[in-house]
């Protein structure tokens, strides 16, 4: 079993829609979760972090995490075209920090 | 703002030869980290280090070392390249201690021929 999963994708949303992203992690002791967008040729760029159970929002990004199930997720409101990107899930493994990244779900934003 | 920077975003070097990658932050971070990004394969941690003159094996080390002589410099070095590693070279850092947020450099594109 991977240790951070995603659906690779591509998701395909709308203009204006809520995008949703989801990711699961094996390592029960993880404490820190984070979301990163790659854009094609370009470095990961953090956008979220999360740390407690519940929902964190950001903007039009909203982080929501659920530690019993090991389930953390992306919802992006309003989804603009330069939203179209891949998202990493990251979380922290077992407090050695140094974090587990998942291989990235891709993102595309139909006008 | 964190600031990682890499010394070259392309690179081409031929088998055999000798390469060295630098990563440069400017935030004072203690932990620095060298990945790779190939289609695929997502990214993969190849050293990573807490301090000065210290090194982690992450999870692919072999075929490449590093160096770690300042707090702010951190070095990839391919000993002896090949096509294999012709790969997206990532440098990033963070603080220590439970928050574990990484900021990523450009990136160095590498190709091996």
């Known amino acids: 079993q991977k240790e951070v999963e995603q659906n690779s994708g591509p998701l395909s949303v709308p203009e204006g829609a809520i995008a949703s992203l989801n990711c699961t992690y094996s390592d029960r002791v993880s404490q820190s979760f984070f979301w990163y967008r790659q854009y094609s040729g370009k470095s990961p760029e953090l956008i979220m972090s999360?740390?407690?159970?519940g929902d964190k929002e950001d903007g039009r990004f909203t982080a929501q995490l659920n530690k019993a199930s090991q389930y953390v997720s992306l919802l992006i409101r309003d989804s603009q075209p330069s939203d179209s990107a891949t998202y990493l899930c990251a979380v922290d493994s077992q407090g050695a920090q140094k974090l587990v990244f998942g291989q990235g779900t891709r993102l595309t934003i139909n006008p | 703002d964190v600031k990682v920077t890499q010394s070259s975003r392309y690179l081409v070097k031929r088998t055999g030869e000798k390469v060295f990658l630098e990563c440069v932050q400017d935030m004072d971070h203690e932990n620095m980290f060298w990945y790779r990004q190939d289609p695929g394969l997502g990214l993969r941690l190849i050293y990573f280090s807490y301090d000065v003159k210290m090194k982690e094996k992450g999870d692919i080390p072999e075929g490449y070392s590093v160096s770690r002589e300042k707090k702010e410099r951190f070095s990839l070095i391919l000993e002896s390249a090949s096509t294999n590693q012709t790969s997206m070279y990532l440098c990033a850092s963070s603080i220590p201690g439970g928050v574990y947020e990484q900021y990523f450099g450009p990136g160095t594109r590498l190709t091996v021929t």
């Open positions: 999360i740390y407690s159970n």
